[in-house]
């Protein structure tokens, strides 16, 4: 199984609402990380994830809130979010955070969210 | 700040021709990786190639290769022999090195490829 999933594939939510987006994958991978690509512009590191715990978060706003319950799910927690968050979310994972070949990052087809 | 700039928003390549995409960064670590993903339409980004800064040998992927000048922080991707599957957005990333206490991993505007038949 070499493959990331993410769900929702589309997600529309007002201003008011909270939403979760989830990530999976079992290729035993230990780093999961989060970006942010608007229309027509390269992915944005949002998060990265190493062991379950948070080492890398990129000054993201609060109202995004990652969680990582196991080695094999990542979580995206949004609350009032803004019109401009809208864009694809995409989800990636790799053996470790440790560059080289075991960082090789496999993505998901991303979360489509458009906030209204 | 480490930039990464990817100069031809839009390229074409003939079926079976060899194309040549640019990429140039700015870093003041000696150390780091480099990458080239393919993000086809609605599709998933996959990972076209990698580059180790410390290995002076270029990256090859069969009919994918880099021409990697450390000096000039240049890193551009060769397609030999295209095929109508290479149309994608190619982008082209930059890792900071494990050591140098940061982690930055910055990619570049794309670079839009069509293959015409």
């Known amino acids: 199984d070499t493959e990331v999933t993410q769900t929702p594939k589309h997600l529309v939510m007002g201003m008011t609402n909270k939403k979760s987006l989830k990530c999976e994958q079992h290729m035993g991978h230990r780093a999961m990380y989060w970006y942010k690509q608007k229309a027509k512009k390269p992915p944005e590191l949002m998060f990265v994830?190493?062991?379950?715990?948070?080492?890398i978060n990129e000054s993201v706003p609060s109202r995004f809130s990652p969680e990582c319950p196991n080695s094999s799910l990542l979580n995206l927690h949004l609350h009032a979010l803004q019109p401009e968050d809208s864009a694809l979310y995409l989800c990636?994972?790799?053996?470790?955070?440790?560059?080289?070949?075991?960082?090789?990052?496999?993505f998901g087809p991303g979360t489509r969210l458009l906030v209204l | 700040a480490q930039t990464v700039t990817q100069s031809q928003p839009e390229m074409s390549v003939q079926e079976a021709e060899t194309v040549t995409l640019s990429c140039t960064y700015d870093t003041s670590e000696s150390d780091y990786y480099l990458f080239w993903y393919k993000q086809p339409p609605s599709r998933q980004m996959i990972l076209v190639i990698r580059?180790?800064?410390?290995?002076?040998q270029n990256a090859t992927e069969n009919r994918f290769s880099v021409n990697f000048q450390k000096a000039a922080k240049s890193f551009s991707l060769k397609i030999s022999d295209s095929q109508l599957g290479d149309a994608a957005m190619y982008f082209c990333?930059?890792?900071?090195?494990?050591?140098?206490?940061?982690?930055?991993?910055?990619f570049g505007t794309g670079t839009r490829l069509k293959v015409l038949a």
């Open positions: 990636a994972s790799s053996l470790r955070l440790a560059g080289g070949s075991q960082e090789t990052q496999y």
């Open positions: 994830y190493s062991y379950e715990k948070l080492s």
């Open positions: 580059q180790e800064a410390y290995k002076q």
């Open positions: 990333a930059y890792r900071s090195s494990i050591g140098s206490g940061t982690y930055k991993y910055i």
